[in-house]
């Protein structure tokens, strides 16, 4: 677990909880309808946590026991900077690196927990595949809240959700089912899932889309990640080149560009075919609902972004 940079434990780090039954009994006593101060207390507590020592187990129970006031502080936290001129003034400008940095915790977190399943920690290996779709889901939550500020993602965040990925293959959990209950619809999920729902989100040049449509393509992804596969194979020939992820590099997958020192193909043709399924079908007169894409989900804008997404993720991009 050399890969990834954790803080130090030590014995001065004293949270106000240290496994589940703690981290309840905390949390319950967060005023979280005072978001921004929760999201401080929040933050404030995994700081101390993250650096110090506790069981593994208990360390991942306290860590699943947070993560539902984590997700709802973060949601209404996103509020303050989304939609604003740019550049961010000073006030939103703290609300978006408040919120950088609690993922950024939850995401060590589960790192520790990792390290943890690596060194086989006591009943930690069975929590294998939870621990790396936590992870990988707190990687692609981080570069989210990124797109959702107009911000460019930093230096690393693709190395290290790479790099979370390559773990999940060295632990032979990759397509191991885990069950999300903070998921909008689908609950059963994967580490596969979770690393795709990211690097589909950041293929979708997240930059040019609106809120509304964020949300609705991290909705698509949630049920239709599932349909990318990942190999270290090349797939067979194609009409287009394929989708080129490295596991060693610092960007995000592309049809073109340098030799990847450590390859893995990503499939997407399912994917493909599903979209043109759902956008000859919408020309065709039928309601988006009909086709499960949504209640806010209208004509003709609901054709053109599922048209743009699919050159985004299925056709080679121009330069």
């Known amino acids: 677990m050399t890969d990834f940079e954790l803080p130090s434990l030590t014995p001065d780090a004293v949270p106000k909880f ?21 999201q401080q207390s929040l933050l404030g507590q995994l700081q101390q946590f993250n650096r110090c020592v506790t069981r593994a187990s208990a360390r991942l129970g306290a860590l699943e026991v947070l993560r539902e006031a984590v997700h709802f502080v973060q949601i209404e936290q996103a509020k303050r900077f ?27 977190g589960y790192l520790r927990c990792l390290a943890a399943v690596f060194a086989d920690e006591p009943g930690m290996r069975a929590e294998a595949a939870r ?10 939550l981080k570069m989210f809240h990124h797109y959702r500020a107009c911000q460019q993602v930093p230096r690393g965040e693709w190395h290290t959700l790479h790099a979370l990925f390559a773990k999940t293959e060295e632990l032979k959990v990759t397509d191991e089912i885990v069950r999300d209950p903070l998921n ?26 609106s809120q509304r449509q964020l949300t609705f393509v ?8 599932v349909k990318v596969e990942v190999s270290a ?41 599903t979209l043109r399924n759902r956008i000859g079908l919408l020309r065709k007169g039928e309601s988006p609902v009909k086709l499960a894409l949504g209640e806010d989900c209208v004509q003709p804008m609901c054709e053109q972004l599922l048209v743009f997404l699919y050159r985004q993720w299925c056709q080679p991009q121009r330069p």
């Open 18 to 38: 240290v496994d589940a039954a703690t981290a309840k009994a905390w949390v319950s006593s967060v005023p979280l309808a005072n978001v921004a101060s929760a």
């Open 218 to 225: 991290a909705h698509l992804l949630e049920r239709w990640a």
């Open 184 to 209: 909008r619809d689908v609950f059963e999920t994967s580490p596969r899932i979770a690393y795709l729902r990211a690097v589909l989100m950041g293929m979708a040049s997240p930059n040019e889309l």
């Open 233 to 273: 194979q090349r797939p067979a020939q194609d009409e287009m080149p394929p989708l080129v992820a490295d596991l060693a590099g610092d960007a995000c997958p592309a049809r073109v560009g340098p030799p990847a020192k450590t390859p893995r193909f990503l499939d997407a043709r399912p994917l493909a075919a």
């Open 82 to 108: 989304t939609n604003r001129a740019l550049p961010m003034a000073d006030v939103e400008g703290e609300v978006f690196a408040g919120t950088i940095a609690l993922w950024e915790q939850m995401r060590i």
């Open 131 to 140: 621990v790396c779709q936590r992870a990988l889901t707190c990687a692609g």
